[in-house]
């Protein structure tokens, strides 16, 4: 865990070296008038799990094994947790941090769902260099767990977990529907409770380390300066000096904390949805045009291709389709160069659906000749 422990704390410095004024939204992730500790789910969720920590290392045997569970299953569930931990990938390659297209799919009532937050995060994690905090992931989080326990779907002894209604959960390559929580499940939590604690303090000490005001460059959305502005409490929030004309007079501009009020606000600015999607989009499109593959996952690029369809700017449809081509080139060289035949007869399942994307969405743009070209001899191997 030491590794991983590192990685997390080095990537708030790196965030917060590359592009200070984005590192300080992130902090602050403001999205509307609200009490500091109400306006996000991250203080419930640092006050829920230093309760249940208190419980698990003061109980034995079920009882442990149960409120053990639970902290396991709270730490997964946080969207903010996830939302942080992309924008300072995000931040520290260069680009503006993101509370919008990371938590939400193009159907924009329902919350992505644990397994799938993981998964957008697995490419910025690789992206930004932050393999060890994979590992953890990949090592410790078990979604059979958290389904069992969540839907009463388990029965416990005092040595073993068994799991009812549920896929059997691999362990070290072997499907089992019990294991031993001294062995198996305490170890994660143990894992969980470090990660959690690094991440928390990280979090409060970023926010902490605003004793003084600072000046420092910003995009908001042109080039600017901006004060960070800092107290005996912290950071409390950013000013923009004489931006804004109001009344024939000028005026500042920013986010900050209302000490009468107790709550967050911001102040002569308009928070404008469509454009921050715009800027967002712009920076994932732009972040995958430097990358010669997707090496984790592609679920976040598929995301985001997504909403470039729902969207239909032809500047993105062009970009995106480009890069829906480009990716399955890359996966059609792989195919070529594979020598075992096996392996070599899936490929173009994945490479299939990069192709047919990129026709569907880019024909009246772009020439697809070759790659329709390439879709045809695809499945004719496939039928082969």
Same mark, same amino acid.
């Given at each position: 865990m030491k590794d991983t422990l590192t990685d997390l704390t080095t990537l708030f410095d790196e965030a917060q070296k590359s592009i200070e004024f984005e590192f300080i939204q992130t902090l602050i992730n403001y999205t509307g008038i609200g009490a500091k500790e109400l306006s996000t789910n991250l203080h419930e969720w640092f006050e829920a799990i230093e309760f249940y920590k208190g419980l698990y290392y003061s109980l034995s045997n079920k009882e442990k094994t149960r409120i053990g569970t639970l902290l396991y299953s709270t730490f997964f569930e946080n969207s903010d947790f996830y939302n942080i931990l992309g924008s300072l990938c995000k931040i @520290?390659? &260069?680009? #503006? +941090?993101?509370?919008?297209?990371?938590?939400?799919?193009?159907?924009?009532e329902r919350l992505l769902g644990i397994g799938e937050k993981q998964d957008f995060l697995l490419e910025l994690l690789e992206d930004a260099g932050k393999q060890n905090i994979i590992s953890f992931f990949n090592d410790n989080h078990f979604r059979e767990i958290r389904n069992t326990f969540f839907h009463s779907a388990y029965s416990l002894s005092d040595e073993d977990y068994i799991l009812h209604d549920s896929e059997a959960i691999v362990i070290e390559g072997v499907g089992h529907y019990l294991f031993n929580v001294e062995k198996f499940l305490y170890p994660k939590i143990d894992n969980l409770i470090q990660f959690f604690d690094t991440f928390k303090k990280s979090y409060l000490d970023s926010f902490d380390s605003y004793q003084i005001d600072k000046e420092v460059d910003a995009l908001f959305p042109n080039?600017?300066?901006?004060?960070?502005?800092?107290? @005996?409490? &912290?950071? #409390? +929030?950013f000013r923009i000096k004489n931006s804004v004309k109001l009344f024939g007079g000028r005026h500042d501009s920013g986010v900050w904390y209302d000490e009468k009020y107790e709550m967050w606000a911001g102040h002569n600015c308009r928070i404008n949805f469509a454009n921050v999607e715009t800027i967002e989009i712009q920076d994932s499109l732009s972040r995958y045009e430097k990358k010669d593959d997707i090496t984790r996952s592609d679920l976040e690029f598929q995301n985001v291709v997504d909403k470039v369809i729902e969207r239909n700017n032809?500047?993105?449809?062009?970009?995106?389709?480009?890069?829906?081509?480009?990716f399955g080139d890359v996966r059609r060289k792989?195919?070529?160069a594979e020598k075992n035949g096996f392996k070599q007869k899936n490929f173009p399942k994945i490479i299939l659906p990069f192709y047919k994307q990129a026709v569907e969405i880019g024909s009246k743009i772009m020439d697809m000749t070759q790659v329709k070209k390439n879709i045809k001899t695809l499945e004719e191997f496939m039928a082969g």
């Open positions: @520290k390659l &260069g680009y #503006k +941090g993101s509370s919008y297209l990371f938590w939400k799919t193009k159907k924009y080039p600017c300066k901006a004060t960070i502005l800092g107290s @005996k409490n &912290g950071l #409390k +929030g032809p500047d993105e449809i062009y970009k995106a389709t480009h890069l829906l081509v480009k792989k195919m070529v």
